[in-house]
């Protein structure tokens, strides 16, 4: 069972002079990514071919990831009546390919594979709850407390299976280290900012990697707040096996905070040029 409905959520409140333009190439590049979580499913059945408990969890996971780019991409349609939701995504999924014949991760090991996706449910708890603080349109509000709820359980649902994983195959507090900061370092190559240009950019207009990363890697750090970054260390800590609370979560959080702020500066004057 889902926890919630895309007819839950509240269409008829939506309130246009409300949804901030600046937000709007955001939710439409965010729901690119969203719906192609069907596809992260395949790769993990592959991943996880022997291990039918996760592979079910995996299923129910992807149904729920797809209904976040489905709500996202109808409140964008609402805040911009030209924009296609699914002429869009499918210029997104004929231009990004995931490793769907894998035979093992990507990242080494299962355990690797269940951190990297740790992170990526740090990553878009955190931006979720961020962008709902941020808003004042009360349906994307909505939505994106809801679609955060779902991504801080999928972080637990990831961390339960890591945990068993772990284990078995022992991996060294180093090696997860390198997967997680590799994750993280991730979120800057092409899957966010080939899904902005996808969302964003004309037909036919050449994708440019440098200037669609800065197009949403900037924007999207400005709606960030000390809280969030904190609460995702946090998180970040946690997956690799160290105390989530204490002076170097605290540290690491406030050098993230400023890493953030000055990547944000970076980008602005990188659009600028
Ligand atoms: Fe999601
Ligand atoms: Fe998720």
Not at 79 to 108: M, V
Not at 181 to 201: M, T
């Amino acid at each position: 069972m889902k926890h919630w409905r895309i007819e839950d959520v509240a269409w008829d409140r939506f309130d246009p002079a409300k949804a901030d333009p600046e937000l709007v190439p955001l939710v439409k590049a965010a729901a690119m990514v969203e719906r192609n979580g069907t596809d992260y499913a395949i790769y993990l059945n592959r991943v996880f071919a022997e291990d039918p408990d996760f592979r079910q969890a995996a299923d129910y996971w992807a149904e729920e990831e797809v209904q976040h780019g489905d709500a996202l991409g109808r409140w964008a349609m609402l805040a911009d009546p030209s924009w296609d939701y699914l002429a869009a995504f499918a210029r997104y999924k004929a231009g990004f390919k995931l490793p769907l014949d894998a035979e093992a991760s990507i990242r080494g090991s299962r355990t690797g594979e269940l951190i990297a996706r740790c992170m990526v449910e740090t990553g878009t708890s955190s931006y979720y709850s961020a962008l709902a603080d941020a808003t004042k349109e009360p349906v994307l509000q909505q939505i994106c407390r809801h679609i955060a709820a779902d991504e801080f359980r999928h972080y637990k649902l990831f961390y339960d299976h890591m945990r068993r994983y772990l284990a078995r195959e022992n991996i060294s507090l180093l090696r997860r280290l390198s997967i997680a900061a590799g994750r993280i370092g991730e979120s800057e190559d092409d899957e966010l900012a080939y899904a902005w240009h996808c969302g964003n950019e004309p037909d036919g207009l050449p994708f440019e990697r440098a200037k669609c990363t800065a197009a949403y890697m900037g924007p999207a750090m400005a709606f960030y707040r000390f809280r969030h970054v904190e609460r995702g260390m946090g998180m970040v800590f946690k997956a690799v096996g160290l105390k989530p609370r204490g002076r170097l979560s605290d540290l690491s959080a406030k050098a993230a905070w400023r890493l953030i702020q000055w990547r944000r500066h970076r980008f602005a004057a990188r659009l600028a040029e």
